[in-house]
């Protein structure tokens, strides 16, 4: 039996505005809100029979200083870190000095590595490995057999080509207790959440997304209730759902929910959808399985555009199943984009009062960015891309300069949440002191990000 190691999972300190680096897909809040990093929480349930300290910097605040401390104190043999395109630079250059004070066997996951190995390997001389796919047991299998796979690329022998996963998803229970729950909020939990995933990937191509790169692959209800069971039994009660697409496959999809009703487990949840496959007999099984809200994406309110993005869905189908939603009594927030390479100013005005006509419970808008792994990215030729949210925008992809682009954010978000309607919802969902509190809070940090 293989001895035990000392191994960390380590999502790096970062300057400014709190980053999320995790899901191969880096961006930076717009508000205040930390989400558990998905690769470190699916990588601490086979890593856990090892001696096994989890340091996020990002939820805890934490210091370059303070983390070289914690890892000094600890002597790990083994570092899992994550690298996102958009903090690349300070990544790589913390990394450096981990690996010059400590020695140990480095490892990355992010979006960063994986569709620029090579860029990785040659800018990371100290670097042991590049983690392809969070959900696997690849690093667990090295570390404790020296096995190779292709879901774990390393120095001597990188890849080039993301492996396709199988069609089931499969995992052991995470060490969620390992993470800081206090570090960890969402805008609509008043208690600590758990991050739960049922699906892997995409099956959808949209052209601004490079998700569906990473293959497609469901996991069985058994196991996701396992898990649901398990946190239900530690008094969570509030689960983020982290799925890129949940109704990926729609069918799959009701018998997990039709599982998870029938295990009588009361959860309440949010989650990502695409506005089709839906149909009523699943926005029925959500809201009974404890769904209160959907993020889903529209992108824009021009159809023609929507095309051009890959989302071959009309103004029409998307009012319908916003409408199932809400008649359902789920909340819906709507996630738009503006800067795309063939958008125009009328076209952004079609998006802003798309928004405003179907009368969402919130929305949500970014710069569109050069995503890594899509074609837009290696167009764009950068190695550091740009931010979805604009706070670490290197190059737009848009006509528009970035200064107009932002204008038009701030139009588009203004006009929404400061509306009459939207401020008469606002003020009948406060039902507590503390809802009056969380109300204040994020107004404030609304009001920073359109400065």
Not at 95 to 122: H, M, N, W, Y
Not at 187 to 214: D, E
Not at 276 to 302: N, R, W, Y
Request: glycine letters at 6%; aromatic letters at 10%; proline letters at 5%.
């Amino acid at each position: 039996m293989p001895s035990k190691k000392k191994i960390v999972l380590l999502n790096p300190p970062a300057w400014g505005a709190i980053v999320h680096r995790d899901g191969y897909c880096s961006s930076s809040s717009k508000l205040r809100y930390t989400w558990h990093p998905l690769d470190l929480l699916l990588q601490s349930g086979y890593l856990q029979k090892h001696h096994l300290v989890v340091i996020d910097a990002v939820a805890e605040k934490l210091s370059q200083k303070k983390v070289i401390q914690t890892l000094r104190a600890f002597e790990p043999q083994v570092i899992l870190a994550l690298v996102a395109s958009i903090t690349v630079e300070q990544d790589i250059s913390f990394l450096k000095r981990i690996s010059e004070l400590i020695p140990c066997q480095i490892f990355v996951s992010g979006d960063f590595p994986l569709f620029s190995p090579a860029r990785t390997f040659d800018r990371m001389p100290f670097l042991q490995g590049i983690l392809t796919d969070f959900t696997s047991d690849a690093l667990l299998t090295y570390l404790d057999q020296g096995q190779k796979s292709s879901q774990l690329w390393l120095r001597e022998e990188p890849g080039t080509e993301i492996p396709r996963p199988g069609p089931f998803l499969s995992y052991p229970l995470p060490a969620h207790f390992a993470f800081s729950w206090q570090h960890y909020s969402m805008p609509f939990y008043k208690q600590p959440f758990a991050s739960v995933l049922f699906s892997y990937g995409c099956p959808f191509n949209c052209f601004f997304c490079n998700t569906h790169l990473l293959g497609y692959k469901i996991r069985d209800s058994g196991h996701i209730i396992e898990e649901l069971c398990f946190l239900k039994e530690k008094g969570i009660r509030n689960l983020y759902i982290r799925d890129a697409t949940l109704n990926g496959n729609i069918n799959k999809l009701k018998t997990i929910l039709q599982a998870v009703i029938a295990s009588g487990l009361k959860f309440k949840w949010n989650a990502f959808v695409t506005p089709l496959p839906c149909d009523q007999e699943l926005v029925s099984l959500m809201k009974d399985a404890g769904c209160f809200l959907v993020q889903i994406g529209i992108e824009t309110g021009c159809e023609e555009d929507r095309v051009r993005l890959g989302k071959k869905i009309t103004n029409d189908a998307i009012t319908q199943t916003i409408d199932m939603f809400q008649t359902q009594g789920i909340m819906v927030s709507g996630h738009f984009m503006i800067g795309s390479p063939f958008e125009t100013v009328a076209h952004i005005s079609e998006t802003k009062k798309f928004s405003a006509q179907l009368d969402l419970d919130f929305i949500s808008l970014n710069i569109t960015s050069a995503r890594p792994g899509t074609v837009w990215n290696q167009k764009t030729n950068h190695i550091q891309t740009a931010d979805s949210s604009g706070n670490y925008q290197i190059s737009s992809l848009s006509s528009l300069d970035l200064p107009t682009l932002k204008k038009w954010k701030r139009k588009i978000l203004v006009s929404f949440y400061l509306g009459k309607r939207n401020v008469i919802k606002t003020v009948n969902r406060i039902r507590t002191k503390q809802d009056l509190m969380q109300l204040a809070d994020n107004s404030i940090s609304f009001l920073r990000s359109l400065i």
